[in-house]
């Protein structure tokens, strides 16, 4: 394999995306929905392990800060950014309990969470849809090709037309991007 095959598998992955009607529908209907959230008072959190953390630290941060210009900062985080916390939940009670815990403490209804996994299959993050379910959170999911088992659990599922982790995580950053952008147009034009 060389790099521009590389290249051009990923392209190929975004293309088929960009084809999808039912993925670009599910975009536009989570955009509708955060911006009627924000519009609300709500928030947006994000939750995700390895490389999907950083995906959902990443995004959260385009929200909350400011993606192409300056605009007042909405409410978004990522539940892993606060390390004590993480390391003593995981270290008294489970891994698996990280993100439900703190989404049970913070979270309200009307507010959304967005999970990222590149299987489906987190049990931390499924926990937390779970909890979301319960207090009246939306859920997002974003995986890939198959959903794993967060498609039974969330609201809305983007499920990325890929088996491969490092193509699904390329195209989870350019949605979550996508995201934003509509995010921050709606609701402050220019």
Not at 106 to 119: C, F, Q, R, Y
Not at 129 to 134: G, N
Not at 141 to 164: E, Q
Request: proline letters at 2%.
């Amino acid at each position: 394999m060389d790099i521009k095959t590389i290249i051009y598998e990923s392209a190929d992955v975004k293309a088929k995306i960009a084809s999808d009607e039912k993925i670009l529908n599910t975009i536009q209907e989570v955009v509708e929905e955060i911006v009627t959230l924000y519009k609300q008072g709500g928030a947006v959190y994000f939750c995700g392990n390895g490389g999907s953390a950083a995906d959902a630290q990443h995004i959260a941060a385009e929200l909350s800060g400011r993606f192409y210009y300056d605009r007042p900062p909405l409410a978004a985080e990522a539940l892993h950014v606060n390390t004590s916390y993480l390391t003593a939940v995981a270290n008294d009670y489970s891994y698996d309990e990280i993100y439900a815990r703190l989404l049970r403490g913070v979270g309200k209804k009307g507010d959304m969470l967005i999970g990222i996994s590149t299987s489906g299959n987190s049990k931390n993050i499924l926990r937390a849809f779970e909890v979301a379910a319960e207090k009246g959170i939306k859920t997002v999911a974003l995986t890939g090709k198959t959903g794993g088992a967060m498609k039974d659990l969330a609201d809305y599922l983007i499920n990325v037309p890929s088996t491969d982790t490092a193509r699904i995580q390329e195209s989870h950053i350019m949605i979550g991007h996508i995201i934003c952008q509509f995010v921050e147009s709606t609701l402050f034009p220019k």
